[in-house]
């Protein structure tokens, strides 16, 4: 009993490890990490997690025969769009060439929507699908903004462009990583005439303040002149004015020293007379001078004012005749589409209307050659019903003439003979013959008279009736008599 005993705890413990051994291999096996650049998703039996669980990082146990697994690849993918002839607000079309970079989301509840929908897709059939969602959202958007919508604010346009499609995206379980706009053109040249306005307005103010700035430059380069001249006329004015003084001082010497006398008084009055005379004319030519220089400088400064004027206004008109071209370009591509449109709906309507009127005669047509038809096949099937009855009777005749065709062509004959009869009769009725008149005088020799010759004549000239039904090919019944054969 002991070696019993321990046999069954030997084998007890064999079974206890094999299944401890068996339960750590399975679960070794069936252990399945999720790599980072990857999201693994587990399906079958999946409890409080939906159709599938996924996981980004970390691992998980995949139970055999009740769960199976797979992997979404999370690398980014770069789809290139040809945005073309995209119609925007002023049913201008334009040209959007971008690149789109989109992945799969790592958030739970996007992830979730990529294991539903993207899960055995290939990465070619993904962008395919991303593609007619961008191509779409693209479109919606530039349908909303303006030309100078567009032009003028890339940022808000890359936002709006971006928001769109990132929330559509997310409903197939991706999300939008860049956008890249490579140009945006358009048919009407419209972009490139607001940026040629633009340009001539900067080239307009840069153009302005240049002149601004020498025309200061000028009016101080003036100002300097006209105090180098009023400085130069003054320091000239007092040498002169020194010069003067010393010569009146030494005059006066002389004349004090030659004579005291009234003359020498009278003579040193005079030289002061002119003296004065002198400086008044010294000075009067100096202010002369600074007025001259004045004048001048005035005048360069006018002139040059009047040409940055000129200038500016230029510059300002060439702005505004390339606005108007621009303008005039938009309206003339906006009066195009319109007639474009209205040129196509006429164009379309005529159309129906022909598509119609064909339709129309297409159907009556049917219909009367239906009714021909119909009446041609009621008249087939009552002449064949005709000709089957005529048959039916043909053979009945027969059959009652114990099979003697001849002796039925005969009783045919019979029938018909009224019918022969009554045309003959017709045809001697159309005749007129209002009156016949008979002379009979009798005849010579006991002959008979020319009336009974007359009616012996008619009846001698009409064929037996014999031998008319011989010419028919029938033979007439035996109580109407019979002719000897000749």
Known sequence: MADAGTSIAVIGLFLFTLAVFGTIYVATSRYKLAPSDKILVV?????????????????????????????????????????????????????????????????????????????????????????????????????????????????????????????????????????????????????????????????????????????????????????????????QSETKTGQADAIKAEEIAVQEAKSATAQGKASAISLERVFVQEQEKLAIEGENLSRAAIAISNATLAEKEAEARQRAEVAQRRAQEEIEKAQYSLESERLRAADIAREQVAKEQVEISADAEAERQRRIAQGQADAILARYMAEAEGQKAVLEAKASGYRSLVESAGGDTKAAATLLMVEKIEELVSRQTEAISNLKIDKITVWDSGGKNGE?????????????SLPPVHDVAKMAGVELPEYLGAMKDE
């Open 448 to 460: 008979g008279g020319s009336t009974s010759n007359f009616i012996s004549s008619l009846m001698q």
């Open 43 to 235: 399906y079958g039996n999946v409890k409080d997690s939906g159709a599938a669980k996924c996981y980004h990082g970390g691992g998980k146990i995949v139970w055999p025969l009740i769960q199976h697994y797979a992997y979404l690849d999370l690398k980014p993918m770069t789809i290139p769009i040809q945005l073309e002839h995209a119609l925007s607000q002023q049913n201008i079309r334009i040209n959007v060439p971008s690149t789109f970079v989109i992945g799969i989301s790592t958030s739970p509840m996007i992830m979730q929507n990529a294991a539903e929908r993207l899960l055995g897709l290939s990465n070619p059939q993904i962008e395919e699908m991303a593609r007619e969602i961008i191509f779409g959202q693209l479109r919606l958007t530039v349908a909303t903004l303006t030309i100078e919508q567009i032009n003028q604010d890339r940022d808000a346009f890359l936002r709006m462009v971006s928001n769109n499609v990132d929330s559509e995206l997310h409903k197939l379980g991706l999300v939008l990583l860049n956008v890249n706009i490579t140009d945006i053109t358009d048919e009407a040249e419209y972009i490139n005439s607001i940026g040629a306005k633009a340009a001539a307005e900067a080239i307009a103010a840069a153009e302005g303040d240049r002149a601004k700035a020498l025309e200061m430059g000028q009016i101080r380069v003036a100002e300097a002149d006209r105090n180098r001249i009023i400085e130069v006329q003054k320091k």
